[in-house]
């Protein structure tokens, strides 16, 4: 998945009326201000009583549900012959995994996950601005980054992120 491709993605939701902020691999980068690596998806957090919205501006590009976990997440993937966006040649076959999330009053949310007892969280200090190819999106904070990089077996992909968010932020990681 390329800048320009994520930017279009943003673009869509944003003409929607919808609210998105990038985590994972893309928030990262965004944090730092460039590309360090390859991407194969984009994880975005959404409000979750905007998700027909959601659901409908993506439909409209072509995306449609590939995996269901709903409450904790679901997943769209445009297709295979198709290029995102539509003017321009790229590789086809975006894949974005959404998280919805429930906000409240103060501006924390939280994520339903495989353990209902134990949700997701997002202070609200955790939505924040950073860029991607000089242009500004919402994403997720190198502490809220840190904090869904844990409780796992990290891939050489967490290893290079969780050590680019120690260089560039000073910032204490599990690994």
């Known amino acids: 998945m390329t800048a320009e491709e994520v930017l279009s993605v ?12 990038i985590g994972g691999g893309w928030g990262i980068d965004a944090l730092l201000g460039e590309q360090t690596r390859d991407h194969r998806d ?4 959404h409000r979750r009583d905007q998700e027909p919205a959601v659901l409908a501006a993506l439909a409209n590009a072509g995306f449609t549900e590939t995996l269901d976990q709903r409450p904790v997440r679901f997943v769209l993937t445009s297709p ?25 009053a103060d501006g924390s949310a939280v994520q339903a996950s495989p353990e209902p007892d134990r949700p997701f969280r997002y202070p609200a200090a955790c939505f924040v601005t950073g860029t991607i190819g000089g242009t500004p999106v919402p994403c997720l904070s190198a502490e809220q980054q840190v904090y869904f990089h844990q409780g796992y077996e990290p891939t050489p992909r967490d290893l290079h992120d969780m050590v680019r968010l120690r260089r560039a932020f000073g910032i204490a990681t599990h690994f």
């Open 10 to 21: 943003l673009a869509l939701l944003r003409r929607a009326g919808t609210d998105v902020w």
């Open 42 to 45: 984009l994880d975005l957090m």
């Open 80 to 104: 295979p012959d198709r290029a995102f966006p539509p003017d321009r040649a790229s590789l086809p076959g975006l894949e974005l995994d959404l998280h919805p999330l429930v906000f409240a």
